[in-house]
């Protein structure tokens, strides 16, 4: 079992950054783990995705402002976002790929607020 946790939301002005965390247990080398984001109302969609290999994925909507990386045995992975907005107001989850199976955690609110 692989148990998944992500840290760093918080309340944020516009047009600042904040960085969120995320922390697989275990000694895992995962396939991919990615970020995804709800906001109130709305599905969950990908935001970003980063292989084994080291590709990137980004959602058009934060190309440019959020970047993802991880280390080496990918199981670790952040989110630096800059240049918020306040649509990008969601609860950020992440999601961690190990074999066949996706482990996911729990959350971490994001508002993006003046």
């Known amino acids: 079992q692989v148990h998944v946790v992500e840290s760093g939301g918080g309340l944020v002005q516009p047009g600042g950054s904040l960085r969120l965390s995320c922390a697989a247990s275990?000694?895992?080398?995962?396939?991919?783990m990615a970020w995804y984001r709800q906001a109130l109302g709305k599905q969950r969609e990908l935001v970003a995705r980063?292989?084994?290999?080291?590709?990137?994925y980004y959602a058009d909507s934060v190309k440019g402002r959020f970047t993802i990386s991880g280390d080496k045995y990918k199981s670790k992975v952040y989110l630096q976002m800059s240049s918020l907005k306040p649509e990008d107001t969601a609860v950020y989850y992440c999601?961690?790929?190990?074999?066949?199976?996706?482990?996911w955690g729990q959350g971490t609110q994001v508002t993006v607020s003046s």
């Open positions: 999601k961690v790929v190990v074999g066949s199976y996706d482990y």
């Open positions: 275990g000694s895992i080398f995962s396939n991919a």
């Open positions: 980063i292989l084994r290999s080291g590709n990137t």
